[in-house]
């Protein structure tokens, strides 16, 4: 087995800020250049691939790195980087950085552990970094997510350890506790109401680095992919597509900014489920061309849709930075247009709008559902309209209307840089999609060949 020596210090290397004493601004720029080095490292890790060897024989059972998530390692680090670098320095919490360097640190462990104990464990205790944030804010008002994790948490290590997520000899009720741990924690419908609570009751960056990694979609597509889990798939995968609606026509209701953008995360993060589903399909069948769409969609979504939607929530959170609690059932009006500008573009990215990379990955999904199952792809085109109609409706309550003055600048160096980058990434991507799409379905094609 080949080994990842870098890997292991990139994961490492988040433990230092993740343990260290709240300092305040000084903390910040200690974290954010941890995040920085630490996608630098995961970077590095991704150009050298499987060329890349240690030696550590140990290390054998516990760490995998294959040839699809060595290309979502610089995904999460990236994510954990964007979050804190695009921290407002008013928002900077006690202990705040701490808890989403944890849930970064959490994150890349279940993407790259292979051990069932060790990722029984990760499992469990993932989201322990949220639960230590809202103790901090409301003491013992947490029940509300403390129990749908609890039931997640336990029912998901117990299938983990001794039914290997489904892997091999699992019995049905292993595969059934696997069933109900990824609902609950990716928030499908009926279990999704601690999702748009969770954004209302702690900051915007340890929710971002808690949901938006998609570490449950991830594990999915761990036992997926090895085509050892098909039991309960095809019921998720329309759990999933009625979610992606749902949340879409429940967040046309919402006047609050923060549950607003709760239910869009539902609606996006359900879409990933649906692809996965998809893939479930070409691996037990022979392939065709709508089958590989859907398996690279899967991918895509995770992927794209995850770095547009986090820009998003990262830009929304510098808006409240400058206004304060924003409701939407008024207009606000805006004196800064590079700042309204920035949030409709990446709202907008996030749902998959022509010419953005996100929509290369939606279009990929869609096809292969609406060929194989068209009533489900026919509600994931409804659900994106939607998502679309909020997106917008969400623009204009915060920057159309009547000017109010908030005494609020607009983006300032470190902000232009940070959003116009990845503004320009995401439409690049859009124009540009082959290298990404190419990358991808090779790389799945290889995992793909090995579990046949």
Partial sequence: MTHFLILQLSVLSLLPIAMAPNR?????????????????LAQFLWMLGSDLKSGLSFLDP???????????????????????????????????MDQIHLNGFFALLLLTTKSPLLLALIWLIYPLPVVWSLYERYAKKQNFFLSYQLVSGILGAISIYFGHMGIGHANLLMEAFFFIAIIIRIGLFPFHLWIPKLYEKTTFGVALSFLQPQIATIMLFKVVITGKLPT?????????????????????????????????????NALGIVGIGMMSQAIHQPLNEYSQMGYVGAILVILSVGLAHTSFGVALWNTEARRGYLSLDQYHGSKTPL??????????TSIGFPGTMAFVAEDLVFHSVLEDQPWIGVMLVVATAVNGINVLRLNYKLFAGARREYGEGDLNLREKALFFTICIFLILGGIFP??????????VMKVQQKHR
Avoid at 27 to 34: D, I, P
Avoid at 237 to 259: D, E, M, N, P, V
């Fill in 24 to 40: 305040g601004s000084a903390l910040k720029k200690v974290s954010v250049s941890f995040a920085i080095f630490h996608f630098v």
């Fill in 62 to 96: 516990i760490f995998d790195v294959n040839a699809i998530n060595i290309h979502m390692i610089p995904f999460l680090s990236f994510l954990n980087m964007l979050i804190l670098v695009g921290t407002p320095a008013r928002f900077v919490e006690k202990n705040m």
């Fill in 232 to 268: 309960f798939l095809y019921p998720l995968h329309i759990l999933a597509g009625i979610t992606c609606l749902y949340a879409a026509i429940i967040a046309i209701r919402q006047t609050s900014l923060r549950k607003t953008f709760g239910y869009l995360s539902l609606s996006y």
């Fill in 339 to 348: 700042l309204s500008l920035v949030v409709l573009i990446l709202g907008l």
């Fill in 434 to 443: 082959s290298f990404m799409v190419n990358q991808t379905h090779s790389a």
